[in-house]
């Protein structure tokens, strides 16, 4: 529905940028590609966004973002735990931007590196994008974690909006030690297409 309405008033704007974060459906792809196709700039999802969908995106000013090569900008991962992760955010030129983000799993790591990638489109200065990032916080219900009892470690993740944002968050979950792990989910269908 959300493409539907994206292709009808697509035609009317013209933007300087367009994030592509992930597509699910051929029909999502169509609605994105079609307005960032009329844009500037596309920065895109190399990791979310299936290659099949590759063939709607026209548009020559295209930056890729991900987790590692061939990805144009990527973070390149040094350390992570529950108190978040640290490392470079490289980019077109691979420079090495040293940037410790307090969010836990890697999938939250393409956010930032998608919006130190606009940020530098942009323009703005080294030092404003680091305060930046230093001042991101988790948002409820989207891998904040939390105190259990007994030593527990509480992951809420209970915000996830898609199979893709619950498989992610599951990863995150099992890539930390823990002697048990338990997931609570809103709609159970979810899992089955993990």
Known sequence: LYAKRLLSFVSEINPDIVVITSCETEEEAKGFFALANRARHVLVNYCDVPQQFAKYLKNPNVITYGDDLPADYYFELHDS?????????????????????????????????MAFAVARLFQIDDDRIRDGIENIRPVHGRMSPAKGMHGAIILDDSASTSATSLKYGMQALYSISAPDRIVVTDDVRKLAKL
């Open 81 to 113: 735990g529950l108190n978040g992760q640290s490392g470079d955010i490289v980019d077109l030129d691979r420079n090495h931007f040293p940037a410790t983000v307090k969010l836990i799993g890697e999938h939250n790591l393409r956010p930032v590196v």
